[in-house]
């Protein structure tokens, strides 16, 4: 579960109202997880995508692999291995580098090194590029909403590294909503996430009340949607 001094609950109100109460928790980021998913595109199955937490030497490492289906090869372009480093601190996420490889077609290896020191961010070809507030990496950002607060993460501006540049993405207004996984029946809030300057770019993720794990993520990329569903969590 995760470290959280001082946890604020959010409560719906029968108006659809978010209210908040402070009550004090004692909670802590899991050293080792693994969440399996269901992979499509459009509908059309895709395979599985395991997003994976673990802990070692006071640093937290997430891996994601994508392993597409043979009969997915045609429609999407390959499997993706990605590894973020991170620490948490005073309560928040840290990113500390960030590696993405695509090992078939149009095969890449990006990876970014964020110096919190000097508040520069170093690629793998050299490029270096100012490190923003609130940066976060693709690969760890998802497990960032088990230290957030809920009730007030409306209007939080995530600067997302994708291993060779910044994207921004605004938190809109969250939903309570119940939602029905292979993994099981969630009660959940529903987190939309717009890209800021494009109005046809969003991420959208429900996480689990109880546990705050991401039990579906959806990217709209101009209307075509890639789905992750949870199939199941193992520790």
């Known amino acids: ?92 996420m840290i990113s500390l580098s960030f590696h993405a490889v695509r090992k078939n077609h149009k095969p890449y290896d990006r990876k970014a090194v964020f110096n919190h020191q000097n508040n520069t961010v170093v690629y793998s070809g050299g490029e270096t590029e100012t490190l923003r507030k609130n940066t976060y990496d693709l690969g760890s950002f998802p497990f960032a909403f088990l230290l957030e607060d809920l009730g007030s993460i409306e209007n939080k501006v995530y600067q997302i590294n994708t291993g060779k540049g910044y994207r921004a993405y605004e938190v809109l207004k969250p939903e309570r909503q119940k939602i029905s996984t292979p993994a099981g029946d969630f009660d959940s809030t529903k987190i939309t996430l717009k890209r800021q300057g494009k109005d046809n770019r969003f991420y959208y993720v429900w996480l689990a009340d109880d546990t705050h794990y991401p039990v579906k993520i959806v990217r709209n990329k101009k209307g075509k949607k890639s789905t992750l569903v949870l199939k199941s969590v193992s520790r």
């Open 1 to 92: 579960m995760i470290t959280i001094r001082h946890l604020t609950c959010t409560l719906l109100l029968a108006a659809g109202v978010f209210s908040t109460v402070t009550c004090v928790a004692q909670v802590t980021l899991p050293k080792s997880l693994v969440l399996e998913y269901e992979f499509t595109l459009a509908s059309i199955p895709l395979g599985k995508v395991e997003k994976r937490l673990r802990f070692m030497d006071d640093t937290y490492i997430a891996d994601s692999v994508i392993k597409p289906n043979s009969a997915a090869r045609l429609l999407y372009s390959g499997e993706v291995d990605e590894k973020s480093v991170f620490k948490v601190q005073d309560n928040k």
